[in-house]
């Protein structure tokens, strides 16, 4: 048997794709490709796994502002097409699993030209471009919230999302990352490509704030792409802080961390809540159709998270949120939320829809 998995242009979709390949290794044997966009995130982050092929294709996200992209755009994913379609030919999937993104696009499109079935796992509250226009034509449409599409085909069913085998497996005593007894440990993380305005808020913290309050710890995971300019802007790094670019195995940081301040992505999310952290959620204000300010205030009706829009973040307004938090038991009562806020079997739902079109096929 031979699957495919595509999604890309940002963590988010690439580690649901893995995910639900680590599902489906828990049961089954098969040869995995993967295609992704050629020189893209998904490339850096697949080729570190041993046994799956990656396969690269030409694609570029619709242009969101008048620009030259507008030209390009079509003539690249056209060529993404036929990059798709030739490595779909010769590798001869049963089925085709896509997470998303403007690389789904072309990899579904080959798809349906040879006629293989394929699955489309949404991660978000509202549902992405590119799986909007193949979810008609879908053998299993798999939703994480409820929102993201009517749920009265029989298709379309709520499974969750998925998250990496390592979120699931017990903690381990060799973590990088220590902890003081009776400290309180913030974990800043602004997703795969960083976050700017979380970033400005963590260097406020780390200049301002952490040096007055040494009980308080702050991991900061910047991101690559801002990593120099927040070192350069921390004037003394204090003690209690500490600065990294990215983290692979981000379930240790988890582990250690009391509560988080982090974008609403819906992958880190799932995360979260396997984790059961309280968290303060600043969506990326120019998402798709507003999805990540959707996925904040679900946790937020919860009770599990407060969100702090990205205009209002500020260092007066961090601290307040994060004073609110600490004070009696709303750190237990948000973390019990959480830890509520995902279905417990996730997995299993994601690999029961799956098997179903496997025999079917």
């Known amino acids: 048997m031979r699957i495919i998995f595509s999604g890309g242009g940002t963590g988010g979709h690439i580690y649901p794709a893995l995910a639900i390949r680590e599902i489906l290794l828990t049961k089954h044997s098969f040869e995995s490709g993967y295609v992704g966009v050629t020189g893209g995130m998904e490339e850096k982050i697949v080729t570190r796994i041993s046994d799956i092929q990656f396969m690269g294709v030409r694609a570029q996200g619709m242009p969101r502002t008048l620009s030259a992209k507008w030209f390009s755009f079509p003539y690249v994913n056209a060529m993404g097409i036929v990059d798709a379609y030739k490595h779909l030919k010769k590798f001869k999937p049963d089925l085709v699993v896509a997470t998303g ?10 798809a349906k030209l040879l006629g293989i079935p394929y699955v489309i ?7 992405g471009v590119t799986n909007r226009i193949f979810a008609k ?19 379309i069913i709520l ?23 009776g400290e309180f440990t913030l974990l800043a993380v602004g997703g795969s490509r960083g976050a700017l305005s979380i970033n400005k808020a963590c260097i406020a913290l780390a200049n301002e704030w952490l040096p007055k309050h040494p009980e308080i710890k702050l991991i900061h995971i910047s991101g690559e792409r801002d990593h120099e300019m927040v070192s350069k802007a921390i004037e003394k790094q204090p003690e209690n802080y500490m600065l990294l670019p990215y983290l692979h195995e981000m379930k240790e ?24 952290k309280p968290a303060i959620l600043v969506p990326y204000p120019y998402a798709t159709d507003n999805h990540q300010e959707k996925n904040a205030r679900t946790l937020e009706k919860l009770g599990a998270a407060k969100v702090l829009l990205d205009k209002d973040l500020s260092l007066d307004n961090l601290i307040k949120i994060i004073t609110e938090i600490k004070d009696g038991d709303n750190l237990a009562k948000m973390s019990e939320a959480m830890s509520k806020s995902r279905p417990e079997d996730v997995e299993n739902r994601i690999l029961k829809q799956i098997e179903e079109v496997l025999e079917n096929k």
Do not use: W
């Not at 403007?102 to 080959?110: G, H, I, Q």
């Not at 796992?121 to 549902?127: K, L, R, S, T």
């Open 101 to 110: 993104g403007f690389v789904s696009f072309p990899s579904l499109t080959a």
């Open 121 to 127: 796992h949404e991660q978000n509250a509202a549902m």
């Open 137 to 155: 034509n879908a053998a299993k449409v798999l939703l994480t919230y409820e929102s993201a599409a009517k749920t009265d085909d029989k298709r």
């Open 159 to 181: 499974t969750g999302n998925p998250v990496r085998s390592a979120f699931l497996k017990q903690s381990s005593s060799e973590s990088r990352f220590k902890k003081k007894e």
């Open 253 to 276: 940081a988890f582990d250690v961390a009391d509560l988080l301040i982090s974008r609403a992505g819906a992958t880190i999310l799932s995360e979260i809540a396997v984790c059961k």
